[in-house]
């Protein structure tokens, strides 16, 4: 009896992070690599031709016409519910990882060994649960004692993305075309995360960005 190939999916904007990928989980039998895309157009338009059963996501992906982050993550949901997502990141945001994982099951760090990927990949594959040591970490510090600190208020999903998005350095119109939403929502939007987060100052809001790593300050290649 032939075992179980599981067809993946890979998408990255960066290529050396694609290729790595690529020849991690080639390496393993049960896996097919059945496409690479570097950006949220090139993913859709696979998808849409090609049926795979787990997609590797790198989170933070610019360019494409879908946009990244939650807003691509839920149009994948939405449009291919067949498919089964693994999220690849080095974001270190304990809130931002703790909204996912309401609808992302496997989460693997880039700053972990490339051997989780094929953990993550089995398990979404099975409809389980995997998230790496360091999100694993990272998770634990949203422990009840630290849930009402500062940097882990809670804004909802659609605030975090607003406020991740800005801290990147795009404009309020940019974010609106990026996720589809009027300009009036989304000032709304990052004004009531500022609320939430005690934070008055634009310059304030980027320093936020900065400590919590919504803006990485360290890009860390994985190994």
Same mark, same amino acid.
């Given at each position: 009896m032939?075992?179980?190939?599981?067809?993946?999916?890979? &998408?990255?904007?960066?290529?050396?992070?694609?290729?790595?990928?690529?020849h991690e989980l080639a390496s393993r039998q049960s896996i097919s690599i059945d496409g690479l895309v570097r950006n949220s157009t090139e993913l859709i338009e696979l998808l849409?031709?090609?049926?795979?059963?787990?997609?590797?996501?790198?989170?933070?992906?610019?360019?494409?016409?879908?946009g990244d982050g939650m807003a691509l993550l839920s149009l994948v949901q939405q449009r291919y519910p067949h498919v089964r997502i693994v999220v690849l990141t080095m974001?270190?945001? &304990? &809130?931002?990882?703790?909204?996912?994982?309401?609808?992302?099951?496997c989460i693997v760090s880039k700053s972990d060994l490339t051997n989780?990927?094929?953990?993550?990949?089995?398990?979404?594959? &099975?409809?389980?649960?995997y998230v790496s040591p360091t999100i694993e970490r990272i998770l634990r510090t949203l422990e009840p004692s630290h849930r009402d600190s500062p940097?882990?208020?809670?804004?909802?999903?659609?605030?975090?993305?607003v406020i991740r998005l800005y801290v990147s350095g795009m404009t309020i119109n940019e974010i609106a075309e990026r996720l589809n939403r009027?300009?009036?929502?989304?000032?709304?939007?990052?004004?009531?995360?500022?609320?939430?987060?005690?934070i008055n100052r634009e310059v304030d809001l980027f320093h936020y960005g900065v400590e919590t790593g919504l803006i990485p300050s360290v890009m860390r290649p994985m190994r």
């Open positions: 032939n075992p179980v190939l599981i067809r993946v999916a890979i &998408a990255d904007d960066h290529p050396a992070i694609l290729f790595g990928v690529k849409d031709r090609t049926r795979v059963d787990v997609l590797v996501c790198d989170y933070a992906m610019p360019g494409g016409n879908y974001m270190e945001n &304990a &809130a931002i990882l703790s909204v996912l994982m309401t609808g992302i099951q989780h990927l094929s953990l993550a990949v089995h398990a979404a594959f &099975a409809n389980g649960r940097g882990n208020a809670q804004l909802t999903g659609r605030e975090l993305e009027s300009k009036k929502t989304v000032s709304t939007q990052k004004s009531s995360a500022m609320r939430k987060l005690n």
